[in-house]
């Protein structure tokens, strides 16, 4: 089945520090999505992505639609300690009569302040 | 708005119980979906529903079954509990078809099944 490859798996990093994550696939998808998940909180949506090669920001965050449409990126700029957490990618195809989103396996984030 | 809200937060079973986790959504939303997390892996889609009186199987619908009366509520039902069923459980709601736009997760459901 499609699967999502999300790296690194985990990141230890100084407050003040950027961060870059990414996930990539074998499968083309038309949407990437990036969610944060708190310590026993459910995943936040941050950021969508509808459209190869878009660039688009969140605050410090930003983030890529691989123009190949196989891959995504996050990048976290000035780390602060409330960025801890885990970071899901997660693509999807819309169109048809259903489609429905895959989720990377996270990478988690550690924030020395 | 409450959002998402899923009952209970915390629930031992023994082997061969059922029990079900209950979501519900305020936001009007015709898409909901149920995942299960384990540990260090991401989400995997159990059971969704594209409206009341809809649903259809994810990627891990064994030992599950859903049902979709209203459009606010989407309960889990597990008939049999087995160790493997050990997991946190999200329950999510979306405005669009698999979450075009993202999809809204309840707190989760700490399962332990012994």
């Known amino acids: 089945g499609q699967q999502l490859n999300q790296s690194p798996q985990s990141m230890f990093i100084q407050e003040g520090e950027d961060v870059s994550m990414n996930c990539t696939s074998s499968?083309?998808?038309?949407?990437w999505l990036w969610y944060k998940q708190d310590p026993g909180e459910g995943p936040v949506l941050l950021i969508a992505?509808?459209?190869?090669?878009e660039l688009t920001s969140n605050g410090r965050l930003t983030a890529q639609f691989g123009i190949t449409r196989k891959d995504s990126f996050l990048n976290i700029s000035a780390s602060i300690p409330s960025d801890v957490g885990i970071y899901f990618c997660a693509a999807m195809n819309y169109g048809g009569s259903q489609g429905n989103l895959i989720f990377g396996k996270g990478t988690k984030l550690s924030v020395k302040p | 708005n409450a959002g998402v809200t899923q009952t209970p937060k915390f629930r031992i079973l023994k082997i061969g119980q059922s029990m079900t986790l209950q979501c519900a959504q305020d936001?009007?939303?015709?898409?909901m979906y149920w995942y299960r997390q384990d540990p260090g892996m991401g989400l995997k889609l159990i059971y969704y529903s594209v409206g009341a009186g809809i649903t259809d199987k994810g990627e891990v619908p064994n030992g599950y079954n859903v049902s979709r009366s209203t459009t606010e509520d989407f309960p889990l039902r597990l008939e049999l509990a087995a160790p493997s069923q050990t997991s946190v459980y999200f329950c999510?709601?979306?405005?669009?078809?698999?979450?075009?736009?993202?999809?809204?997760f309840g707190p989760g459901t700490r399962l332990t099944v012994l």
């Open positions: 936001m009007n939303h015709n898409y």
């Open positions: 499968s083309i998808f038309n949407t």
């Open positions: 999510a709601s979306s405005y669009s078809a698999g979450g075009l736009s993202g999809q809204y």
């Open positions: 992505l509808y459209k190869a090669g």
